[in-house]
């Protein structure tokens, strides 16, 4: 009897032991998953949180003039105007102004504008490739939910040639300027540094 109970006992010790290490198995599955699902939801939060916040501070933002971002301008040269100012999550704010100008007039306002260091800021606008500005505005535009902004003109600059690009920096101020010829719109978009 001694001879089977030994081989029995070990027997039965294994499939304890067996039983005890697939336990083991699916509680450490079972967290894993768990924990996966938890990490997964924290990060769709997070990012919904952040994109709420980006689009609640555009859709939030306040009306502006052109004179409210370059006060003491001429601001005869400017007709048919709209702007906005907004917060970008991380606190730096910006402008995007919309509004009628020649541009020949507008660039030396622009250019005069004073600032709180010259070492940091351009002495004249310069004329630049567009492609890279129309290539940003595209890829903002995927990432704001429709109906929040009017995107058309995305298609006008893209598809007109004739449109011209300008960068200027002022510090603080950092301004780029589409500028159509045919109608004389400007749209300006300032951020500040």
Known sequence: MKKYILPVMTGLLLIS?????????QTVQKTTETVQQKAQQAVEETVKKTVNESINSLTNSQDVKFNDVFPGANTSVVSEEKGKKFKFPGGSEGYILKYKADIAALL?????????DESKSDKAAKKIDGQ???DKISLLSKFIPENTFDTSFLEDIKNDKSIEYYKLKRF????????????QTVIHYVEVK
Not at 17 to 25: A, Y
Not at 108 to 116: D, H, K, N, R
Not at 172 to 183: A, F, V
Request: aromatic share 4%; net charge negative.
């Open 17 to 25: 032991c067996n039983k005890i290490e697939e336990k083991i198995d």
């Open 108 to 116: 030396p306002i622009l250019e005069g504008q004073s600032t709180s």
């Open 172 to 183: 603080p101020n950092s301004s780029t300027i589409i500028y159509n010829p045919k109608n």
């Open 132 to 134: 890279s500005i129309i």
